[in-house]
Structures are given as C-alpha cells and as structure tokens.
C-alpha cells in the first residue's frame, strides 16, 4: 500500500531527527522509525542516504523558490521590506543549518545536489530573479524609487541570505533577523 506525501514524511522526519539529535544521528533507520515507517522504505525511494539528503536539499529550495515567487501577489501589500523578510524567513527556516552541513560535507550528497542544479531544480538563482522581479514591480508600483537598481538589491539581499543560511550556527539567534532587518533598511534607503 502507498503512503501517501511519503517524501514530505520522511522529510521531515529527516529535520526533526537533526533537529532533535544531531546530524550525526541521522541514519536511514532513525528516519524511518521517526516517520513511523518500515525500516527499508527510504532506500525503496532512494539509492541510499547521500541520495535522500540532497533530494531534501533540492525540495527545500524548490519550495523557498515559490514562496519567492509569491511575493508577485504581494505587490502594494504591507510594506516591501516586510514581505522581502517574510521570504528570508521562510528560506532561512527551509533546511535546518546540520543538513546544509550534510549536503556540503557528504561527497555523494553534495555531487546529488549539484547535478539537480544543473539539471534545472530551483536554487538560489530562481529566488533571485523572483526577488528582482518583485523590486521591479514594486518599483514600477511607485514604492521604491525609480532610479534603484533592482536587480543588484535582490543580488545583495539573496546573497546575504545564501551567507547566513551556509554559516549559522543550529541554535536559533535573533541576531539573523535583526541582520537581515538593516540588510534591507540599507537596500531599501530606509
């Protein structure tokens, strides 16, 4: 019988073992038994565990590419830098910092990840060009001005990101938001 949103289960199940217990810890059988399925089910989905992290990396980025599209349909909605830091928000909480460290430290996983990239999966790039095109409508909706440079805003902004995601530390910090509140005061001239 098929589980159903099985990928998402052991997903998340993934995240919670290394929230809870370290990267370390994370075995194909401390997934299953966390997501309450039988022992061999991830390497019926997966060729091994190298192969399921870089597929959770893959997801997480996928889905923090259509939170940045949505951003569209807040055009003239709460102000630019609140919608910009929910999207940071939303990337920053997307693949906790001990999987990042697992995709770039696990050969296998980081050379699964990469050949997702190159075959077209979402990564930073497509958040970029979502964040852009937002600024420009933004910009064309009169709320920043006319002579900013969109383009080079959504660069330093994702960017930024892209550092803060890859060097934070797996204990929650105010500090990130607060960083990521005056990134945006200084792009935005507020």
Avoid: W
Wanted: charged share 20%; net charge negative; hydrophobic share 50%.
């Amino acid at each position: 019988m098929a589980i159903p949103d099985l990928r998402e289960r052991l997903f998340a199940a993934a995240e919670r073992v290394v929230a809870r217990d370290g990267a370390a810890a994370l075995t194909s059988r401390a997934v299953t038994a966390e997501a309450d399925c039988a022992k061999g089910v991830l390497h019926t989905h997966f060729a091994g565990l190298d192969e399921f992290v870089a597929e959770l990396v893959l997801d997480r980025f996928a889905r923090s590419a259509r939170q940045a599209e949505a951003l569209r349909a807040k055009v003239g909605q709460a102000t630019v830098a609140e919608n910009l830091q929910e999207v940071i928000e939303a990337l920053l909480d997307s693949l906790p910092p001990a999987v990042v460290g697992l995709a770039m430290t696990r050969p296998a996983a980081a050379s699964h990840t990469r050949e997702g990239f190159e075959s077209g999966a979402p990564a930073f790039d497509a958040i970029q060009h979502a964040v852009t095109a937002y600024l420009q409508a933004e910009q064309d909706a009169g709320r920043i001005p006319a002579g900013s440079d969109t383009a080079a805003i959504a660069l330093a902004l994702v960017g930024t990101t892209h550092h803060l995601l890859m060097t934070r530390s797996p204990a929650p910090t105010p500090d990130t938001a607060v960083t990521t509140q005056r990134l945006l005061a200084v792009l935005l001239g507020g």
